[in-house]
T-cell receptor, first 117, second 114 residues
């Protein structure tokens, strides 16, 4: 299994500002994934972050709004830029399983609950 | 994109079996059926997955129809802690060095009633 720590766990931010969310994994992983979960909704994949290359964004998400860093195999950040109230969501980090869980499970952090006022 | 259809919500009495259906009529031959659940205020948790044979683990059983167009997740003895949103996802088999993303649909909100 993989243990994922996200920081901050929650934040209240002013519109127009930016927030950087950190995701730390207790083991080396090739790919990390960032999801958004709007209030009462399902999870939507924002992007896939592969160490050493540019993140790959899903349709509807752009790098200028959600820049991602992946400096090493255990860490990634997602920045929510120029925030508006519509960005109020839970943001979750996820990684592929390794070893016995490779190709089967994905592991998720507890999420960062963002409220934009 | 999500390729599954699930009921929006279901109730189940505590101690009884919870049977959660999922339709995936456009599933391809190389796509697996995965089930995850999300308990309130937590990240999703893997439950089980399968290709075409029925599967069972310590958490649940997965029954896949012969034509693979639908499946049922069975929680044999539901407890209050099983109250969660259950997501059925289809995804191709793992491929090294490529994206292995999970795309979540709307899921089924299961409420276990005392």
């Amino acid at each position: 299994s993989a243990v994922i720590s996200q920081k901050p766990s929650r934040d209240i931010c002013q519109r127009g500002t930016s927030l950087t969310i950190q995701c730390q994994v207790d083991s080396q992983v090739t790919m990390m994934f960032w999801y958004r979960q709007q209030p009462g909704q399902s999870l939507t994949l924002i992007a896939t972050a592969n160490q050493g290359s540019e993140a790959t964004y899903e349709s509807g998400f752009v790098i200028d709004k959600f820049p991602i860093s992946r400096p090493n195999l255990t860490f990634s950040t997602l920045t929510v830029s120029n925030m508006s109230p519509e960005d109020s969501s839970i943001y979750l980090c996820s990684v592929e399983g390794q070893g016995d869980t490779l190709g089967t499970e994905a592991f998720f952090g507890q999420g960062t609950r963002l409220t934009v006022v | 994109d999500a390729k599954t259809t699930q009921p929006t919500s279901m109730d189940c009495a505590e101690g009884r079996a919870a049977n959660l259906p999922c339709n995936h009529s456009t599933i391809s031959g190389n796509e697996y059926v995965y089930w995850y659940r999300q308990i309130h205020s937590q990240g999703p948790q893997y439950i089980i997955h399968g290709l075409k044979n029925n599967e069972t683990n310590e958490m649940a059983s997965l029954i896949i129809t012969e034509d693979r167009k639908s499946s049922t997740l069975i929680l044999p003895h539901a407890t209050l802690r099983d109250t969660a949103v259950y997501y059925c996802i289809v995804r191709v088999a793992y491929r090294r060095h490529t994206g292995n993303q999970f795309y979540f649909g709307t899921g089924t909100s299961l409420t276990v009633i005392p």
